[in-house]
């Protein structure tokens, strides 16, 4: 394997990890939304 297919495959895999990395995080870290109550939206019927 030639040194330049050699970065290639590291700064692929490494962009690749990367952006993983971000999704997953801001994925986890997006607050949940509060579910709508549907029994406390008819309180007044």
């Known amino acids: 394997m030639t040194t330049s297919a050699l970065i290639m495959i590291i ?3 490494g962009t690749v990890i990367a952006a993983t990395i971000y ?3 801001k994925v986890l870290k997006t607050p ?3 579910e709508p109550d549907s ?3 008819n309180d007044a019927e």
């Open 32 to 34: 949940e939304k509060p």
């Open 11 to 13: 700064l692929t895999q």
């Open 23 to 25: 999704f997953f995080r």
């Open 39 to 41: 029994y406390s939206d």
